[in-house]
């Protein structure tokens, strides 16, 4: 099982980047996949998830009306488009598989906001 995430760097207030997590090793379409993140020095937290279908998404509310969870199940990817960038969205995020009680997760990505 391999979760590569990509997309992540430094960006200022207010501009966006999209987090790309490629799959493998897995049937992807069959597994909810979430973004989590964790900042220096707090709990890892979920920032968004998704079903198998990519039907139902659910955001926190600090993403709501900012990032967008989406996946191409024919290019075993889950995406995430972060908009409207805040410093403290600078975290390293991470993907994760999750199946009843199996569990995947990426190695995690750097997201830098600042100025």
């Known amino acids: 099982v391999q979760l590569v995430e990509s997309g992540g760097g430094l960006v200022q207030p207010g501009g966006s980047l999209r987090l790309s997590c490629a799959a493998s090793?897995?049937?992807?379409?069959?597994?909810?996949m979430a973004w989590h993140r964790q900042a220096p020095g707090k709990e890892r937290e979920l920032v968004a998830s998704i079903t198998g279908t990519g039907v139902s998404t659910w955001v926190s509310d600090f993403a709501r009306g900012r990032f967008t969870i989406s996946r191409v199940n024919v290019k075993n990817t889950l995406y995430l488009q972060m908009n409207a960038l805040e410093p403290d969205d600078t975290a390293v995020y991470y993907c994760q598989a999750r199946q009843s009680e199996k569990s995947y997760w990426g190695q995690g990505i750097q997201v830098t906001v600042s100025s």
């Open positions: 090793g897995f049937p992807f379409s069959s597994y909810i």
